[in-house]
């Protein structure tokens, strides 16, 4: 119904029962103290704006498709990588970066640490030396 979105709302009128089922954490009594639900999309296209043509919705977003999946299910395999403490580097002094390797998984993941190839295009940028580790790490 249109005026609901046009009249103001009245803070103290209670809420309704169904209002109230849909959020059971919360005990409301009145409608200004309830919290929005989320919607899951029902669209099956992508929607843009008419002024900016930004997405407004894209479809791919559904954990149902493949696209999130892959996601998910690459992140269970994937060893993460995070640096245990952060250093001030100096120029020309030698400093040591600890950082950690977790293995996701309950198996033996073998992991080889390699420096950038020399055709990449930021090799030319780099103003440090990295020693890495020459053999094979198994986590």
């Keep these: 119904d249109e005026k609901y979105y046009s009249a103001p709302g009245e803070p103290y009128h209670y809420a309704s029962i169904a209002s109230r089922i849909n959020q059971p954490s919360n005990e409301v009594y009145y409608a200004c103290d309830l919290k929005p639900n989320c919607t899951h999309l029902m669209v099956k296209r992508s929607q843009r704006c008419r ?26 395999f994937v060893p993460r990588f995070r640096i245990v403490k952060m250093v001030s580097l100096t120029s020309g002094e030698f400093t ?8 996701p998984t309950e198996y033996n993941l073998p992991v080889e640490l390699l420096p950038l190839p020399e055709d990449h295009p930021s090799y030319g940028k780099l103003t440090t030396e990295i020693k890495l580790p020459g053999k094979e790490l198994v986590l």
């Design 51 to 76: 002024e900016c043509e930004h997405n407004l919705s894209k479809p791919e977003f559904n954990p149902s498709s493949i696209k999130f999946k892959i996601h998910q299910i690459a992140l269970r």
């Design 96 to 103: 040591k970066v600890q950082f950690s390797l977790t293995n």
